[in-house]
């Protein structure tokens, strides 16, 4: 959520597994996609609490409540992402989110 607020986008795009697919989109559309927003918008501003973490081997859950603002967008929702371990290192594979 930081690294999207500050439109670190190489560091945000590193948090994404190279399996990554959600919305019709694999990592590297995704990530293009968001490089575009960041420099559309003026400031993004993302927040996120009641976090709830579920974890089963080498895969996770993270479910929580996301604030997003930015300078041309503001929405309220629930954001689901499915997490993998890839060497070590939690990634996330799929991203989902549904307005509230």
Avoid: C, P
Avoid at 47 to 67: H, L, P
Avoid at 79 to 90: A, I, Q, R, Y
Wanted: positive net charge.
């Amino acid at each position: 959520l930081k690294d999207w607020s500050d439109k670190d986008m190489d560091k945000y795009a590193s948090y994404y597994s190279k399996r990554f697919y959600s919305d019709g989109l694999n990592k590297k559309q995704w990530v293009r996609r968001k490089r575009y927003l960041a420099d559309k918008y003026q400031y993004i501003q993302v927040t996120g609490k009641q976090f709830q973490v579920t974890a089963k081997g080498k895969r996770a859950e993270v479910v929580f409540f996301q604030d997003y603002r930015s300078s041309g967008h503001a929405t309220l929702g629930s954001k689901t992402l499915k997490l993998v371990d890839e060497g070590g290192s939690w990634k996330i594979f799929r991203e989902s989110w549904k307005k509230r």
